[in-house]
């Protein structure tokens, strides 16, 4: 008799169309699951409340610290779209999230789908992931008001003590403070390599801005480089123009080093020439929202927030209020994100089925666009019918 195994996995229904969407991709998960290992393999739902609906059913905190103690318990996590709590001492939910529970790499997965609309003539190929660095640079949430105290202080620092005068207008002047550190950046770069040798990746671009600030992005650069020499045998290759890192099976994985200006000029035009891309917090966010919208826009890529032992997988999308109850929300960036959690937890077969249902259904339904355009209400394609046609589509 084979021996069940129940894995506890949280879940977060998030605000606006999460309601709608969640309850009907759990399901979704727990049908591939029968299909593919019979009752050998389940996952035990434990729900937690986050946001609008935690203000609601709880005591009116959006932000609940037994929710924060559940995730780190629970480790992993499927989690609907969030919004920001107005007046709530935070300016994201997501934001909160990671600083709280020290999620410091976002990851985006970016890979055409066809079917799928693009700006490009030829979208075939893209098959890209962001790893993005979030607990540092110019997201740190460090900011000072103008005509703040603090920020008076720190101008007078800045120039008294430490003889810096580059601030042109000191008077009713903002700050914000960019910060990079040699432990954020290493753990960032070994969550990248150890995915890129995982998933027998062909290349590493490490993303920087270096000319315009070398103590800072300069040193990420270097940091990341030096810190791949000595614990993964890095070399430079012999054209002298990149780096090699050792890969699984005896393979080689190439390491480039790019300028933030020249990456955003060549992804429209060669998207496919990039594979792992590893970014301060700015950069990755820029490239990111770049990259999806050559694959259908952000209301298909998912996303993952995470750690080295928690992560948080979710749509990339926001709550897109303005369909919200209408039965008409696209499910589709939400089951790509169960997909990489079932691979997450090593149900390979499971997400290799729920994965090629979803392709097939996106080539084979026109009406299904990202969740950003206008016009999604005239589309008028219900969130049951994708499920449905999803379903029927799995080849398990």
Known sequence: MTQQQSLAVAYIDGDGIGPDVMPLVRGLVDLVLKRCYGDSQKISWQPLLLGEQAAKEGDGEWFPQATISALRELKVALKGPM???????FRSLNIALREELDLFCNMRVIKTIPGLPSPLKNPDGIDLVVFRECSEDSFASIELAANSPDAGRLIEVLEQELGYHRLRFVDNCALAIKNCSQAATERLIKQAADYAISQRRKKITLVHKSNAWQLTEGQFQRWALDYLRKEYQLTVSDCQQHYLLPGAGGTEIQVEQMMLDQVMQRLPQQADSFDVMVCNNLAGDLIADLAASLVGGVGIIPSVNCNHELALFEPSHGPFRRIAGSGLANPCASVWAAVLMLEHLQLNAAASSLFAALTE????????????????????????MVIAAIIKALPC
């Open 83 to 89: 919004s920001s709590a107005i007046g709530g001492g």
């Open 361 to 384: 259904v996106v080539a084979s339904h026109e009406q299904l666009f990202q969740l950003d355009t206008r016009s999604s209400l005239e589309q008028g394609v219900p969130t049951k």
